[in-house]
Nanobody, 115 residues
Framework: QEQLVESGGGLVQPGGSLRLSCAAS????????MGWYRQFPGKQREVVAA???????NYAGSAKGRFTISRDNAKNTMYLQMNSLKPEDTAVYYC?????????WGQGTQVTVSS
């Protein structure tokens, strides 16, 4: 059973940066889709950014120009570089990975943007 473990969340001031990591227990080569999602209290998870196996990326409007998604297959890890953070980015961030027949979620990492 594949496991995904997020890290890198925490408390940051507005305008600051964080880099989230999503480490897989095995190879990520077969994941044709990987993405970062976030969830606000009482709301459904929403996609923040996504990346395919060939490196094609997509971003939610709120993330464009501020966040960068990447994956390092050699390290079996996906990243989300978040810059110019705003209080409204405060949420629990989850990573997701999809291969044929299965999808996997991490346990989530809290990001809090506050002065």
């Amino acid at each position: 059973q594949e496991q995904l473990v997020e890290s890198g969340g925490g408390l940051v001031q507005p305008g600051g940066s964080l880099r989230l990591s999503c480490a897989a227990s095995g190879s990520i080569d077969s994941f044709y889709f990987m993405g970062w999602y976030r969830q606000f209290p009482g709301k459904q998870r929403e996609v923040v950014a996504a990346i395919t196996s060939v490196g094609t990326t997509n971003y939610a409007g709120s993330a464009k120009g501020r966040f960068t998604i990447s994956r390092d297959n050699a390290k079996n890890t996906m990243y989300l570089q978040m810059n110019s953070l705003k209080p409204e980015d405060t949420a629990v961030y989850y990573c997701k990975a999809v291969r044929v027949g299965n999808e996997y979620w991490g346990q989530g990492t809290q990001v809090t943007v506050s002065s």
